[in-house]
């Protein structure tokens, strides 16, 4: 898909191409000189030194500290200085990694360096919003550089490698992982997949300021049966191939040097046992050349999924089914040497298995130096500085979505009195999310801080939180716990609220409340939020809630009712300024939903491409698919998003009726801002195509601009099409473009659309 403006923008829209170019040559990973030292190695590796490199533990001792006398602390140190190891993670900071880098280094037989991993989601130390939410922005450029800032501070502290970006499609709100991922769409999830591998890979993996990305969750994770988390995934090959794989299929063309499998089976197969996902489509079809990792001991789960007998099967079934390093199971390094000398395991798939890590570590250029990363200068200079935070701000404003604003209710004016209300009003810890890799707890610039900065001498700002949203404690291994009972507050803030101008209520959930294993039947807000909402509500009429999610909720009386509400996701460290220049209007909001917001949680899973089926929804039909209680359609479609000012679209202008397999189709739109103030639309398009060899989705995003136009300013935008962006995995069982009538649609999100009809023809002309 190319997409063009006329007039000006052309030259970013190259830019944007170029970028998408990178590749694993451009990465470094096939250096023929590397595969010569690779082999020479591997050549010289006895199998059980080549099958330590397989073997990932997590660090579970202080190795600044005097070394472990006994336990298992103590076997994995003389592991590691035995070159049992290839990867540790979880250790942080120059002092940690380069005591670690010693250890393996300088006592290992070969020298071979190990390889440091862990969870850079979004962001190190300088916290960006969760991956969800900056999906929000629609902006590459701006995805790009929050991963780049990421990898340049996990670099700086001793870090190699991230476990991101998670590219799971998921269309459940009840999965907690969902925060982790870029939303609902194959399209959008695959161009975002791309921008995070570029930018924590950047284009030499052997700069210091780098870190391989690793692409997870390996595969149909985020279809997990019911939104519960680790559950059953049961697909269909189509669905897997046209869904669940393309932004797989993104990130590893872009380059992404490592992938990781997933806890789930599909068909009654476990992805960490699956052959036909790592071996037939991802290292065969798909010609990867990095490495796969198992998720946490999602090798030995093969026992529990009632695969495998024992340690020993598992690791046999991993290993023959192209899973090349195991974290935290053991189960490798513990049986495979016997599985390859009774015979059950050819010793080709263990030095494929270590070329391919090797691969990885050489690209690295930790053979060079493999304390390339421990340098205690850079991580003093570069956490949490200025141009870090700066870039924080700024994405996580660009990913604010504006639900509502009856009236004109924003952005608020810098006079009168502002009554700031809520349990996340002065919450320093909840803006930064869950997997927050090395943040500071209660770091975050919280909401009342940054209205109070904003808003200067020029108003009063006053402040109750209301009523606390988590009792309790709350951290990444415990679930929150939440304020049912404790009222006492609310006469304070229904008095503040009288008080005030305008009140703004922060409500949303707590940090911890989405992520890993936070699976939820209920995703309406918790605790005392509503009720407490509802008698501000009732002393106040001007009210603006500013929501902080970590996934799309539940919140029917709020839309029916309140006149203002944003969508702030988790946003970060710079949460409050982010949010405050939003509020008064500094920036204007531009974020559209990757995401559909539902009316009820009986609707999930939930998403625009929906198929048609043989009877569709149609309300007045009791025998259609329609529900007989709320509408099938969401409350806040995909891509939906308001804006300060307003936007005009034309009637599309289309080059042509029909076009050939080799020819192309122009799609024209002219799109004005017929508001009083500058603002920034994100322009989408869709097409369906109205039969297929199998079923297809009613909409499906093709394209996507995002353009600044001045108050009156018109422009038009060109979007190409041709034959490849309408391929799709079809029922002969390839990925191919169909030819037959399409339907096009333009427009600013999925719902409100112009559209126009083509046709492919079977041959060019």
């Keep these: 898909m190319v997409v063009m403006r006329k007039a000006v923008g052309l030259a970013s829209a190259i830019v944007i191409m170029v970028m998408g170019m990178t590749d694993l040559s451009a990465q470094g990973l096939v250096d023929p000189k590397a595969e010569d030292k690779i082999t020479s190695y591997i050549s010289r590796m006895t199998l059980e030194e080549k099958i330590g490199q397989l073997n990932q533990y997590s660090s579970t001792f202080d190795v600044t500290g005097p070394p472990p006398q006994s336990g298992g602390n103590k076997d994995r140190y003389e592991q590691i200085k035995n070159g049992l190891v290839g990867s540790m993670l979880n250790v942080t900071g120059t ?5 670690m880098q010693e250890l393996a280094v300088k006592n290992s037989r070969l020298g071979i360096p190990l390889i440091f991993g862990l969870d850079v989601v979004h962001g190190y130390r300088t916290m960006f919003p969760t991956p969800l939410g900056e999906s929000a922005s629609w902006d590459l450029e701006a995805l790009q550089l929050s991963a780049r800032v990421a990898a340049t501070e996990a670099a700086a502290a001793g870090v190699h490698w991230t476990f991101a970006p998670m590219v799971d499609i998921c269309r459940d709100a009840r999965w907690g ?3 982790e991922g870029a939303g609902e769409d194959p399209y959008l999830g695959s161009r975002i997949a791309e921008a995070r591998v570029r930018g924590f890979q950047g284009t030499n993996l052997s700069a210091p300021d780098t870190i391989a990305a690793c ?9 997990s049966e019911s939104g519960r988390d680790y559950n059953t995934v049961d697909l269909s090959e189509h669905t897997l191939r046209n869904v669940v794989l393309p932004p797989f299929r993104a990130a590893v063309d872009a380059g992404a040097a490592t992938v990781m499998n997933s806890f789930n089976e599909i068909g009654g197969v476990p992805a960490t046992a699956s052959i036909h996902l790592q071996r037939e489509i991802l ?5 990867f050349r990095g490495f796969v990792v198992s998720d946490w001991g999602s090798v030995g789960e093969l026992i529990t999924h009632g695969v495998a007998a ?5 690791a046999l079934l991993a290993i023959k089914a192209g899973s090349d390093m195991d974290m935290e199971t053991s189960a490798y390094v513990g049986h495979l040497a016997a599985l390859v000398k009774a015979g059950k395991v050819d010793e080709k798939l263990v030095d494929d298995a270590v070329r391919r890590i090797l691969r990885v570590k050489f690209a690295l250029g930790l053979f060079d130096d493999p304390y ?11 956490l949490l500085s200025q141009p870090h935070l700066d870039a924080a701000r700024d994405v996580a404003r660009k990913s604010i979505v504006l639900l509502k604003n009856e009236n004109n209710l924003l952005p608020l004016q810098k006079k009168g009195t502002i009554a700031v209300i809520g349990p996340l009003a002065a919450d320093k810890d909840t803006p930064l999310g869950n997997w927050r890799a090395q943040a500071i707890a209660n770091s975050a610039v919280s909401i009342l801080e940054g209205i109070q900065a904003a808003a200067g001498s020029d108003a009063k700002v006053v402040h109750a939180e209301g009523a606390k949203l988590a009792v309790g404690t709350r951290n990444f291994f415990t679930k929150p716990r939440y304020n049912t009972d404790d009222r006492s507050g609310f006469a304070n803030a229904v008095a503040a609220a009288r008080s005030a101008d305008v009140v703004v209520v922060a409500i949303g959930e707590d940090a911890y409340q989405s992520g890993e294993g936070r699976s939820q039947t209920d995703i309406g807000l918790k605790g005392l939020q509503e009720e407490l909402l509802r008698e501000v509500f009732a002393a106040n009429k001007n009210v603006v809630v500013v929501l902080m999610t970590g996934r799309p909720v539940v919140i029917n009386w709020i839309a029916e009712n309140i006149p203002a509400v944003l969508e702030t996701w988790h946003p970060g460290s710079q949460a409050g300024h982010a949010i405050a220049d939003v509020l008064f209007g500094a920036y204007n909001p531009s974020g559209k939903l990757p995401v559909s917001f539902p009316r009820h949680v009986g609707q999930l899973p939930l998403y625009y491409s929906h198929k048609n089926t043989g009877r569709p929804n149609q309300p007045d039909n009791p025998l259609s698919t329609s529900y007989t209680d709320v509408p099938n359609t969401p409350l806040y479609p995909f891509g939906y998003g308001l804006s300060y000012t307003k936007f005009e679209y034309s009637e599309l202008q289309l080059s042509g009726k029909e076009f050939g397999k080799n020819g192309q189709l122009d799609v024209k ?12 639309e994100i322009i989408q398009l869709y097409t369906r195509d109205l039969v297929g060899s199998v079923t297809r989705p009613v909409k499906e995003l093709k394209g ?12 038009e935008i060109t979007f190409t099409i041709k034959a490849p962006d309408l391929a799709f995995y079809t029922g002969s069982g390839k990925w191919e473009a169909e030819a037959g009538k399409f339907k096009i649609f333009v427009g600013g999100n999925s719902r409100d659309t112009k559209e126009a009809e083509f046709t492919l023809l079977e041959k060019s002309h």
């Excluded at 290292?283 to 010609?287: F, I, L, N, P, T």
């Excluded at 024992?310 to 598992?314: C, I, P, T």
């Excluded at 799109?671 to 920034?680: M, S």
């Excluded at 996507?704 to 422009?715: D, H, M, P, S, T």
């Design 704 to 715: 996507f601009r995002k353009v600044n136009l001045a108050a009156g300013q018109a422009e």
């Design 95 to 99: 002092e940690a990694t380069r005591k």
């Design 215 to 223: 692409v997870k969750h390996y595969a149909g994770y985020g279809f």
């Design 310 to 314: 024992d340690a020993s099967e598992a």
């Design 177 to 179: 992982r969902i925060m």
């Design 372 to 382: 390339r990363y421990c340098n205690a200068g850079r991580e003093n200079q570069l």
């Design 283 to 287: 290292k065969s079809e798909w010609a």
């Design 669 to 680: 739109v002219t799109v004005k801002n017929v508001g009083d103030r500058p603002g920034t």
